[in-house]
């Protein structure tokens, strides 16, 4: 914190938001915009590509672009939202946002939808740090759980509506509603905002002594390592000059900034937050928790259509197992946290989530939307509480002034937890795909008795409708073909299943070493109310 800041630092409490329950409302509305626009875009990504005339590799950067900018303004926004009040910031974050999501559908060409992109991450990039700070800053105690089940629900809700919701709008209206939806949320989320949070004058003392340029550096190193990871898998890791160089950059750019950080007598980050009792393991337990919902989501979501076939808005109405019941597990999970101890509660939704992990693993190829429902259901319930409870448990070890930097510390967790989930994820899922393939492919020999009779089985049943017998042969064998890649990639999404079981399991030690919390002598104050000077 910049000493010019501290010297203004109240240490009475700050007065609430005039209107707390608005700002629970703009936090609902910011996340689920936020997760729906990024997931909504990667799953319409091929309908994007042909607006724009992009080939799989040029297109792949679509979603990047607009996650990437998103990584590269969470840091940021705690000087931004210090120096110019969160609801400044907020402000413009959302007409940003708003009128570049409206714009996207009317691109030209690929760089322009690009850009766009960029500005659409750059302003939703600030809903979460900044909001899930205010839940910190400006709610009663009393209100927090509500706040943050608010979040975590939205979390959860986006990622597993967006199926349906793509699958609906290329189907019977247009495509273009990926992105004209989110101007349509922009328009209340502006107005929660205006009343929802409190008039602050601009901190010109800070914005002319805060480390600006510091921050830059940090947050390009973040931005950099986050592409490596998203474009990791598909340029083949390490085989890439590309992800060499973004890696390398990106740890070199992080190492600067904290050098550069440990040399100023007042860092812009108070570093010593990260050293708090607990604070590390909260950060690993919300990295954990945002694998296990990206497990969630991608593993059934690609199982659905690699295997079964189906289509977005098919597959939308098994994760809807996972969504639709936020609207009942959140509010529980708000109620529950005043009233029973928050370490109990992450243990719990930890272990009830390993449990629909387990559950999943009975997965066959022939499985479909319907056999995953139990086990979704209880990954749902078990992400909400643990997220929620987490989130809860982290704030209870911010103290007065820290509330921006725990707002960017839990939407770099989320962007992070969620590419390494993913990039984890595909990566595993595809190694244990070419095993199990190949250990199949030792029992399906050409000229073996066993083959030649599964051969002539799909012989039989196609050969009523192909004209020669080589044509049916041929037909025969792409069917026995097609037979082994499904049972491959199903048991390597079984393994998937096992992996987020294995993780969710390590959750569970990792609360047993948590502590109780320190106690909260004052309300956190972000950032504190200057003096009579304007």
């Given at each position: 914190m910049n000493a010019t800041a501290a010297t203004v630092a109240a240490p009475a409490p700050a007065p609430t938001a005039p209107l707390p329950w608005l700002g629970i409302v703009a936090v609902l509305v910011g996340a689920i915009a936020t997760t729906l626009t990024s997931r909504l875009t990667s799953i319409g990504l091929a309908d994007l590509r042909g607006a724009v005339g992009a080939?799989?590799?040029?297109?792949?950067?679509?979603?990047?672009?607009?996650?990437?900018?998103?990584?590269?303004?969470?840091?940021?926004?705690?000087?931004?939202?210090?120096?110019?009040?969160?609801?400044?910031?907020?402000?413009?974050?959302?007409?940003?946002?708003?009128?570049?999501?409206?714009?996207?559908?009317f691109s030209p060409d690929l760089h322009t939808m690009l850009l766009l992109q960029v500005f659409a991450g750059l302003g939703s990039g600030t809903f979460i740090p900044l909001t899930a700070a205010f839940i910190l800053t400006s709610l009663p105690k009393?209100?927090?759980?509500?706040?943050?089940?608010?979040?975590?629900?939205?979390?959860?809700?986006?990622?597993?509506?967006?199926?349906?919701?793509e699958g609906w709008y290329v189907e019977h209206v247009t495509w273009n509603w990926i992105f004209w939806q989110n101007t349509v949320l922009a328009m209340p989320l502006f107005g929660l905002y205006w009343f929802g949070l409190r008039r602050i004058p601009i901190d010109r003392d800070f914005l002319r002594a805060g480390d600006f340029r510091g921050m830059v550096i940090g947050a390009s190193g973040f931005t950099l390592i986050f592409i490596a990871l998203d474009q990791g898998d598909r340029l083949d890791w390490f085989s890439s000059t590309l992800i060499v160089t973004l890696l390398a950059s990106g740890v070199i750019a992080v190492g600067a900034f904290l050098l550069h950080e440990a040399t100023l007598p007042t860092p812009s980050i108070d570093f010593t937050l990260l050293i708090r009792r607990n604070v590390m393991v909260c950060i690993v337990l919300v990295l954990i928790t945002r694998f296990l919902v990206t497990s969630s989501n991608t593993l059934v979501a690609n199982y659905l259509i690699s295997v079964r076939g189906l289509r977005p808005l098919e597959v939308g109405s098994a994760l809807l197992w996972v969504a639709l019941p936020q609207l009942v597990i959140a509010p529980t999970v708000a109620w529950l946290l005043n009233r029973i101890d928050a370490r109990f509660a992450i243990g719990t939704g930890l272990t009830i989530a390993t449990a629909g992990f387990l559950l999943a693993t009975g997965i066959t190829s022939q499985w479909s939307e319907e056999s995953f429902r139990w086990a979704l259901l209880l990954q749902a319930v078990g992400e909400t509480l643990e997220l929620t409870a987490v989130i809860y448990f982290f704030g209870h070890h911010v103290g007065p002034a820290d509330g921006i930097t725990f707002g960017a510390?839990?939407?770099?967790?989320?962007?992070?937890?969620?590419?390494?989930?993913?990039?984890?994820?595909?990566?595993?899922?595809?190694?244990?795909?070419?095993?199990h393939s190949n250990l199949i492919g030792q029992h399906v020999a050409a000229g073996d008795p066993a083959t030649m009779e599964r051969i002539a089985a799909y012989v039989q049943v196609v050969g009523a409708s192909t004209q020669g017998t080589g044509d049916a042969q041929a037909r025969g064998t792409g069917l026995l073909a097609a037979a082994v890649?499904?049972?491959?990639?199903?048991?390597?999404?079984?393994?998937?299943?096992?992996?987020?079981?294995?993780?969710?399991?390590?959750?569970?030690?990792?609360?047993?070493?948590?502590?109780?919390?320190?106690?909260?002598?004052?309300?956190?104050?972000?950032?504190?109310?200057?003096?009579?000077?304007?």
């Open positions: 080939g799989f590799d040029e297109g792949a950067w679509i979603p990047t672009a607009f996650s990437a900018a998103q990584m590269m303004i969470g840091p940021i926004s705690i000087f931004l939202g210090r120096a110019f009040s969160p609801r400044r910031v907020l402000l413009a974050g959302c007409v940003t946002y708003g009128l570049a999501e409206f714009l996207i559908p009393t209100l927090w759980p509500w706040g943050l089940a608010a979040y975590a629900m939205n979390i959860i809700l986006g990622l597993n509506v967006a199926s349906t919701l510390i839990i939407q770099t967790a989320r962007l992070f937890g969620g590419e390494l989930g993913t990039s984890v994820l595909v990566l595993f899922t595809r190694k244990a795909e070419q095993l890649r499904a049972q491959a990639y199903t048991l390597s999404t079984l393994d998937g299943f096992l992996l987020a079981s294995c993780v969710g399991l390590l959750g569970v030690c990792l609360v047993l070493v948590l502590r109780e919390p320190p106690p909260i002598v004052t309300a956190p104050a972000v950032p504190p109310l200057p003096s009579s000077r304007t």
